[in-house]
C-alpha cells in the first residue's frame, strides 16, 4: 500500500478513529476520576568540601560532584528511612518512607534534590522535613574520619523543604491529550488493518480487476431503497433511477451486431439486490417503449410476485410442467408495456424443471413475442439454476454488492458462468458509495436533469423533448 492507500483507508472507516478517541478519552476520564491526588514535598542539599586555594576549590567541587552523585543511593537506603521514621509525626515506618523518597543531582553542580510524595500534602511535608534533618546528621557520620571531629564533606539545605500547594498527578489536561493521541493512532492503525483484511469489493475499480469484465452500471446507495425498491413515481428520476437507465443504455450496446434480447440476472450469494436489479431493468426498459417480459426464475425463494404486488401461485413452473400456457400465466403491471412470468409453484426439482427442453423452448418462445426478456434467477455459488438458464439466454448480467461481495466470490461466480459457456455481458455494482466508485456520480447533474426542460435561447426558441412517463406502482392490465 501506498501513502494515499493509507490516507484513503484512515478516511473511508473515520468512525473507527471517532470511536476509539471517544473510548480513550472516556477511559482517561475514568482514570483520572478514581486516581487520587498526589502531592511532592522537596529539598534540595548543597554539597561542599572544606578547601584553601583555587587548586583545592577545583578539585574539591569535583570530589563533591562526586560525592552527590553517590548520595543518591543513600538517599533510598533503609539506614536513612529508619531514622526519618524514627522522627515523631512521620506516621509511616521504615518501608513506607522509602518507597516515597526518591533523589537526583542536578546536572554540573554540587546540588542534591530529594523529593517525597504522598495523598496527604502535610505527611509529605513531615516527611521531608526529617529527611532534611536525618540526611544531614548521616553525611556528616559517615564522612567523618576515625579519630577525627570534623567531617570531610558538608551537607546543607539550600531550598526547602516546601510542598506543592497542587497535586502533581492526576493531570487532567495531559492525561486527556494523551488519551486522544493514543486513540488516534489506535483508530488510524485498525481502520488500515481492516481495509489490508477487507476483500470486499467497494470501487468499479476494484470490481473491474477482480471479474476482468465489463462494469454496465454502479447503482448507487439509497437508504429509501430498502422502503421503496422500485423505480416508480418520484423514485424514477433519482440516481438509482439514471443508474438504471445506464444499464439499460450499455445493454443495448453490448454486441452491435445481435441485440441482447434474453437477459439473465443473478449474483454470486443471496442479498446481493440482484431481484430489485432485475424489476427496476424492466421497468426502464418498459419505460423506453420496448415490450418487456420479467421473469422470476428464483423458484427456490421467489421475490418478484411480492416486489410488484402480484399472484405469484401461478407462473413459470405451472408453465413448463404443461398446467397452463404462457399467455395465461403472464400479468401485465404498469401503464407501459411490462409484463410479468411470476415463479409459481414451487416445484421438488428447480434445477432439472430449469434445465429442461421446456425452458429452452419457452425462452426462445418468449424472446420472439418481446423485445426484451429479463430473468431473474437463484445466486450462482448457492445452487446451479441461475448457471443453467444463463446457458439458454443470450447473456447474464452479474450483480455484487459494495461491501459484501468479496473478490473471490465474484470471481468464483464469473467462473460458474464461463464453465456453462453462458456469455457474461458485464457486472453491476449495488450500493455502491460516492456514485460509481470511480468519482463519477449519477445525482453530478441533479435529479433528473436530463429530462428537464431546457431553458431556449432567445434566438431560436424550442421545444423540450419529452420521454415516456415513469411507471406507476400497483396498475395491472389484462
Known sequence: MELRDYVSAVRKRWWLLATTACLALVAAVVVTAQTAPTYAASVTFFVSTPSSGVTDAYQGGLFSQQRARSYVNLVGSDRLARAAAADPGVGLDAAGVRKRISARTIPDTVLLEVTVTDTDSSRALRVTQAVATRFAELVATLETPPGSTAPTVRVDVVTGPSVSTDPISPRPARNFAIALLLGLVAGAAAAVLRELLDNSIRSVAALRQATKKAILAAVPHDAHAIESPLLVEDAAWSPRGEAMRHLRTNLQFVDPDRRARCVVVTSALPDEGKSTIACNLAIVLAEAGHRVLLVDADVRRPKLAEYL??????????????????????????????????????????????????????????????????????????????????????????????????????????????????????????????????GYTYAYYGPAEADRPQRALPAAPAQPKEEPAPIKAGTRGA
Open 309 to 438: 404486488d402480484l399472484e405469484g401461485a401461478v407462473g413459470l413452473t405451472n408453465v413448463l410442467v404443461g398446467q397452463v400456457d404462457v399467455a395465461t400465466a403472464v400479468q401485465r403491471w404498469g401503464e407501459q408495456e411490462l409484463f410479468v412470468l411470476c415463479s409459481g409453484t414451487i416445484p421438488p426439482n428447480p434445477s432439472e424443471l430449469l434445465g429442461s427442453q421446456q425452458m429452452t423452448r419457452l425462452l426462445a418462445e418468449v424472446s420472439e413475442d418481446y423485445e426484451y426478456v429479463v430473468v431473474d434467477t437463484s445466486p450462482l455459488l448457492v445452487v446451479t439454476d441461475a448457471a443453467v438458464v444463463a446457458s439458454r439466454a443470450d447473456g447474464a448480467v452479474l450483480v455484487t454488492r459494495a461491501g459484501r461481495t468479496t473478490v473471490t466470490q465474484a470471481q468464483a461466480a464469473v467462473e460458474a458462468i464461463e464453465a456453462v459457456s453462458a456469455r457474461l455481458f458485464g457486472c453491476v455494482l449495488n450500493g455502491a458509495k460516492g456514485g460509481n466508485g470511480d
